[in-house]
T-cell receptor, first 111, second 114 residues
Framework: GQNIDQPTEMTATEGAIVQINCTYQ??????LFWYQQHAGEAPTFLSY????GLEEKGRFSSFLSRSKGYSYLLLKELQMKDSASYLC????????????FGRGTSLIVHP | ETGVTQTPRHLVMGMTNKKSLKCEQH?????MYWYKQSAKKPLELMFV???????ENNSVPSRFSPECPNSSHLFLHLHTLQPEDSALYLC?????????????FGPGTRLTVL
């Protein structure tokens, strides 16, 4: 089976930096996704990591360590609109294209 | 604009009703998915149609039945639902190739079963 763990909720201040962690235990590994979901809206794709290291995309970066079963999403220069749920999803190996999602981390950004 | 549309956006039904949820993707993808999203729980995969193959989560009750008439359309037929089936039902699509193949989600149908 697969197990994906993320903090349930985090709070941060506008303009600050926040790191959302995701740890996973899967039967093999074939990629990790981060999605953002605003309340009442669809999840939207943020990032994809399949090799170790940091992927930067504007204010958002995602890091992966396959040996540790660990990823984080780093959000810089936080804005109020970043208040949302952040979903970590992992795809096992063996040719599977279907990811398994974690419970999501609800991020609240306050002034 | 996500390219994936769902109707209806909200649905209230009694336990004896029969209804259907509709999803359409305009992205030319070859895989479509149904997910159930309940509060405080992970997204739960219900069904996948990919390259005309159907994959299903064996824990999904038979009162949910999917239909995929072509690669752009996906339905979820509902009958004799229970109050615990109240949730947000999300449709998604992706292109099944090597690499990222991220999923594109529709806005969801908020279902309430009375």
């Amino acid at each position: 089976g697969q197990n994906i763990d993320q903090p349930t909720e985090m709070t941060a201040t506008e303009g600050a930096i926040v790191q959302i962690n995701c740890t996973y235990q899967t039967s093999g590994f074939n990629g990790l996704f981060w999605y953002q979901q605003h309340a009442g809206e669809a999840p939207t794709f943020l990032s994809y990591n399949v090799l170790d290291g940091l992927e930067e995309k504007g204010r958002f970066s995602s890091f992966l360590s396959r040996s540790k079963g660990y990823s984080y999403l780093l959000l810089k220069e936080l804005q109020m609109k970043d208040s949302a749920s952040y979903l970590c999803a992992v795809r096992a190996s063996g040719g599977s294209y279907i990811p398994t999602f974690g419970r999501g981390t609800s991020l609240i950004v306050h002034p | 604009e996500t390219g994936v549309t769902q109707t209806p956006r909200h649905l209230v039904m009694g336990m004896t009703n029969k209804k259907s949820l509709k999803c359409e993707q305009h992205l030319g993808h070859n895989a479509m998915y149904w997910y159930k999203q309940s509060a405080k729980k992970p997204l739960e995969l219900m069904f996948v149609y990919s390259l005309e193959e159907r994959v299903e989560n064996n824990s999904v009750p038979s009162r949910f039945s999917p239909e995929c008439p072509n690669s752009s359309h996906l339905f979820l037929h509902l009958h004799t639902l229970q109050p615990e089936d109240s949730a947000l039902y999300l449709c998604a699509s992706s292109q099944v190739v090597s690499g990222s193949s991220e999923q594109f989600f529709g806005p969801g149908t908020r279902l309430t079963v009375l």
